[in-house]
């Protein structure tokens, strides 16, 4: 079992609706997790990291945490095309930071 | 604008060849990891580097180097280089901290291509 799994999509949605992103883990101490953003032929950029389980919410961006159920997810609300990356879920450790493979999100005007 | 710099952002490689990847930290950043990036997959973390030393390593073979200087800055170092290490290198600069999940950020990674 990897370590973080995502689909690796294309997920397609319409321009203005809420896109859903999620993430599975298998380590049941992890701590901090996150979401990049990852334009094509770009770096991966930031979005949110959260700690605590339940919601944290920061402008159309929601990323809920379930530890229990080693479960991540990432809400955008009103997507727009500039939507349109891959985005990278990723658990927080002392050292390194681990990165699934990524979900393609495609945005249809 | 992540404030990590890295240098330089192509380069091309004949197989067996050495190369050296630089990488500026975020101010107040202390510690440098590098990934590796390959076409269609997440950020490999290959080591980490805190106080001039390394702090971490992944799967990654010896030939896999790097180094840390006073004022943060880092380096990448590949020797015999391989078809396989074509790749985007991501430098990340964090805030060394007690406890897990710190927060990394990245510079815009160099893409290193092996012919």
């Known amino acids: 079992q990897k370590e973080v799994e995502q689909n690796s999509g294309p997920l397609s949605v319409p321009e203005g609706a809420i896109a859903s992103l999620n993430c599975t883990y298998s380590?049941?101490?992890?701590?901090?997790f996150f979401w990049y953003r990852q334009y094509s032929g770009k770096s991966p950029e930031l979005i949110m990291f959260?700690?605590?389980?339940g919601d944290k919410e920061d402008g159309r961006f929601t990323a809920q945490l379930n530890k229990a159920s080693q479960y991540v997810s990432l809400l955008i609300r009103d997507s727009q095309p500039s939507d349109s990356a891959t985005y990278l879920c990723?658990?927080?450790?002392?050292?390194?930071?681990?990165f699934g493979t990524g979900t393609k999100l495609q945005v249809i005007p | 604008e992540t404030g990590v710099t890295q240098s330089p952002t192509h380069l091309i490689k004949t197989r067996g060849q050495q190369v050296t990847l630089r990488c500026s930290s975020q101010?107040?950043?202390?510690?440098v990891s590098w990934y590796q990036q390959a076409l269609g997959q997440g950020p490999q973390f290959i080591f980490q580097?805190?106080?001039?030393?390394?702090?971490g390593r992944g799967n990654f073979p010896p030939r896999f180097s790097g180094l840390q200087f006073p004022n943060y800055s880092s380096e990448l170092n590949v020797n015999a280089l391989e078809l396989d290490d074509s790749a985007l290198y991501l430098c990340?600069?964090?805030?060394?901290?007690?406890?897990?999940?710190?927060?990394?950020?990245f510079g815009e990674g160099s893409w290193l291509t092996v012919v």
């Open positions: 990340a600069s964090s805030s060394q901290k007690r406890g897990s999940g710190n927060t990394i950020y």
């Open positions: 380590d049941r101490g992890s701590q901090s």
């Open positions: 959260i700690y605590s389980n």
């Open positions: 990723a658990l927080g450790g002392y050292q390194k930071v681990t």
């Open positions: 101010s107040g950043h202390n510690t």
């Open positions: 580097y805190y106080r001039e030393e390394e702090n």
